[in-house]
């Protein structure tokens, strides 16, 4: 399906870049039918260098030269590269948001017509080819559209489907779960050099231990809490640790947080113009 289509990146950021690769590492297109546009010549420049792609110095000529449009500008630059395109954009083409915040209802309403629409939020791993992506179609997408970004996104790790009103909640959950991640693995990697071990040694630890932990939940299917257990055993070191972060009310912390992200999330959502 995309093999036939010309997909352009209306902004040059590492989301674009990420997306880039992905479709070439997984020989779903040719760089020939990938275009850029970005205010940075630079940055065109070495996405030309080293990818090989085409590039516009303009967003309308992007748009009007592919079928695909995926708009990866900065959220608060979205109304104005819509204003920009909106005589260039065409029925038949299938535009994709990466914009966090940005509901599809924005982006028909400042492109003043029935765009065929899919809301993509996306989050930093796609950067190592291991992200995860949720998507939800416009009114006026189609199934091909849909698939269609399902095959774009897939190229840089998974893609579920969800509901637009549910789109504060994936932000909160994998948009900003990396974050959460980060800031464990900080902690661990400081308790095991508090503990004696060197920081190159705990850091290694620590990242293979993160590593190896996601993947036996994506591998196995087995449900965290089932892995949990099975290597708690009674009176031993890992649920003395345990017993402690229940103390410490672990869960109900990360639950604050996810829900403090969502609230967050809903309060900068740009609401259509007037």
């Known amino acids: 399906m995309l093999a036939s289509k010309r997909i352009g990146f209306l902004g040059a950021g590492n989301m674009a870049e990420a997306l880039i690769r992905g479709l070439l590492e997984s020989n779903q297109v040719e760089a020939g039918s990938l275009w850029v546009s970005d205010i940075r010549p630079q940055r065109l420049s070495y996405l030309r260098e080293r990818y090989g792609l085409g590039s516009f110095p303009d967003n309308p000529s992007l748009v009007r030269h592919c079928d695909i449009v995926l708009l990866c500008v900065k959220p608060q630059n979205m109304r104005e590269a819509l204003r920009s395109i909106r005589e260039a954009t065409r029925p038949d083409q299938t535009l994709i948001s990466i914009a966090a915040g940005i509901p599809i209802s924005l982006v028909m309403a400042e492109l003043q017509n029935h765009a065929r629409v899919v809301r993509v939020m996306p989050n930093t791993p796609a950067l190592v080819l291991e992200g995860v992506s949720a998507i939800c179609p416009g009114p006026h997408a189609t199934p091909e559209d849909l698939e269609t970004t399902r095959q774009i996104f897939s190229a840089v790790g998974k893609v579920v489907l969800v509901e637009e009103a549910l789109m504060d909640a994936v932000t909160a959950l994998s948009g900003s779960g990396p974050a959460y991640v980060f800031l464990a693995m900080e902690a661990l990697r400081?308790?095991?050099?508090r503990l004696g071990l060197g920081e190159e040694t705990s850091h290694l630890l620590v990242a293979q231990t993160f590593l190896g932990a996601a993947k036996m939940v994506t591998e196995?299917?087995?449900?965290?809490?089932?892995?949990?257990?099975?290597v708690s055993s009674p009176g031993g070191t890992t649920l003395a640790g345990l017993e402690v972060l229940e103390e410490k009310g672990f869960r109900d912390l990360l639950a604050a947080a996810v829900e403090a992200a969502a609230r967050r999330a809903r309060e900068l959502s740009l609401p259509p113009s007037p």
């Open 190 to 193: 400081e308790a095991g050099m």
């Open 220 to 230: 196995t299917q087995e449900d965290p809490a089932v892995l949990r257990q099975r």
